[in-house]
């Protein structure tokens, strides 16, 4: 059966209007259970992508995994600066502690349909935001970051990313400590013309 989506969501709109990101900074437990990060998992993997060819998936770290990669992430920037001190050292080892749940986003570039690029990666991007909305309307906070570990090689090896992929993003997921704040957003009217077809 084809089922059409029709009728309004106010609460939606609502929400899109009101979300905001939670700072990993200020994240805390709890985090989403099993069910609810596949509740978020399944939103999210439904957005639009031409060609159907499915240019993303989901890499979820939460409990011991999350100490394992920062020994990563501390390996990898001990091998960049020789001369690093530990409380640089300490960060990275603590960087994936902020929250109880980090989802990677993978872009994973196909090449058996002539999709560009350009449109694949796009679609990750939707991935992304959407595992934000969702988590919001799941009653969670959530940080999409990439930071300088999405690009390090030595990171995104032991990640297991092969060819072709990138890190879209890291999205940590928990709850708020802390109250959030607004940051300054474009005044529409200066973002939005109409195209008349006159010029
Ligand atoms: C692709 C991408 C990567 C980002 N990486 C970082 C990052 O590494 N560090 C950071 O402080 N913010 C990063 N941000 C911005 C945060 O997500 C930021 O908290 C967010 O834009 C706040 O906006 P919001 O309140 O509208 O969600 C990134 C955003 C995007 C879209």
Same mark, same amino acid.
């Given at each position: 059966m084809i089922e059409l989506f029709q009728g309004s969501s106010p609460e939606t709109l609502d929400l899109l209007h009101r979300r905001r990101s939670t700072s990993a900074k200020a994240m805390g437990e709890p985090g989403p259970d099993a069910g609810q990060l596949r509740q978020i998992l399944q939103a999210a993997s439904r957005v639009p992508d031409h060609g159907k060819l499915f240019p993303w998936r989901f890499l979820v770290i939460e409990g011991d995994a999350r100490a394992k990669l920062g020994e990563v992430l501390e390996e990898a920037l001990v091998v960049r600066?020789?001369?690093?001190?530990e409380s640089l050292k300490r960060f990275e080892r603590n !960087?994936?502690? !902020?929250?109880p749940v980090i989802v990677t986003v993978i872009s994973s570039l196909k090449t058996?349909?002539?999709?560009p690029e350009w449109e694949q990666r796009l679609s990750a991007g939707a991935v992304c935001q959407t595992v934000l909305v969702a988590a919001a309307a799941a009653g969670f906070g959530a940080n999409w970051l990439t930071e300088w570990c999405a690009y390090d090689e030595l990171v995104t090896e032991k990640l297991g990313l092969a060819e072709g992929e990138k890190i879209a993003g890291f999205i940590y997921i928990g709850t708020g400590t802390a109250p959030l704040e607004e940051r300054p957003r474009p005044v529409l009217d200066e973002i939005v013309e109409h195209w008349t077809g006159s010029n």
């Open positions: 600066n020789a001369g690093v001190g !960087r994936f502690l !902020r929250a058996e349909k002539p999709i």
